[in-house]
């Protein structure tokens, strides 16, 4: 049986992949804050452990002779605008967090076999070109990819202890109840639907299924290592995407939400990130042989959105 630890188990990602995880029959024991408010939204078979990851305490003793340590914790993204303050927080509950989770098991007298600690593809920059980026592509210099730099670096102390580190570069993960499709889909259905921005920029999307797929295929081939884009194949602009739900909720497109409106509602630093976009692709999934159930994005909103 593998034992896993996971931060950030109780998220939209985390939940997915925890839940998936028990299903397979792995022993799962999720780090969360709140246990009391964290019963009962996972599979019945997943432990709960109180933890502060701001501090060390006796939650280290749960990295112990664990077979995958699972870092999913961070602050939302685009979820309210980047203050002086939120981006401090922002950087506090992914690159803190990482390095304090990181140090931990560093410590640890029988180590994790991995810590697979989540990054994003923000790495490479908020673009606006078309050029095609696998893991080795430039990466980007504003805000958002340096604090997915310093999310990187931060899993140096259990790298240098001869942990396996892997870094799963998270595209746009696709699910129905919730993330960034679940918040597309309300105007779709009231026939108001339709791109952000000029829908230019590139959205490198995943089905939440390959994205449990990805995380089980990185633990179990021990020879794998460093970042891993976990996107599909065919990345998407946000153009296609929202002519892709408008086809599959048969609503069609019909208006487009513009820069200005954006801002106004979240502010200027997460309308920048969803105004812009990367291309990014999985190169070393595909060297490495993993096969995607959701290559192509209809497909994918198909078993999403579509009729059940």
Not at 69 to 83: H, K, R, S, Y
Not at 166 to 186: E, F, S, Y
Request: proline fraction near 6%; hydrophobic fraction near 45%.
């Amino acid at each position: 049986m593998i034992r896993a630890v996971v931060t950030g188990g109780t998220g939209f990602i985390g939940k997915k992949l925890t839940n998936a995880l028990a299903a397979r029959g792995w022993l799962v024991t999720v780090l969360t804050r709140d246990v009391q408010r964290s019963q009962g939204a996972l599979h019945e078979s997943v432990r709960l452990a109180g933890w502060n990851p701001r501090v060390l305490g006796p939650w280290v003793e749960e990295l112990e002779a664990v077979d995958a340590v699972i870092n999913l914790a961070g602050e939302g993204v685009v979820d309210q605008p980047w203050t002086k303050d939120r981006l401090a927080e922002l950087k506090a509950s992914r690159v803190d967090v990482t390095h304090r989770l990181s140090s931990a098991i560093a410590q640890t007298k029988k180590k994790p076999k991995v810590l697979i600690s989540a990054s994003a593809v923000g790495i490479y920059g908020m673009r606006k070109d078309d050029e095609v980026l696998g893991e080795d592509g430039s990466l980007g210099d504003d805000v958002l990819a340096e604090l997915c730099k310093s999310w990187e670096r931060a899993a140096d102390p259990a790298r240098e202890a001869g942990v396996r580190v892997v870094h799963p570069r998270i595209g746009v993960v696709l699910g129905a109840d919730g993330g960034a499709l679940q918040k597309m889909l309300m105007p779709f259905k009231l026939h108001v639907g339709g791109p952000i921005g000029d829908g230019k920029q590139w959205v490198s999307w995943v089905h939440w299924r390959d994205l449990v797929d990805a995380f089980v295929f990185l633990h179990d081939k021990t020879e794998l290592t460093g970042p891993f884009n976990i996107t599909a194949p065919n990345p998407a602009t946000m153009e296609e995407l929202a002519k892709a739900i408008g086809l599959v909720l048969h609503t069609g497109t019909h208006f487009r939400v513009p820069p200005f409106a954006l801002k106004m509602a979240i502010g200027d630093g997460p309308a920048s990130a969803i105004l812009t976009g990367q291309r990014a692709v999985p190169r070393k999934l595909e060297q490495a042989g993993f096969e995607w159930s959701y290559p192509d994005l209809v497909p994918a909103l198909e078993n999403l959105i579509g009729p059940k």
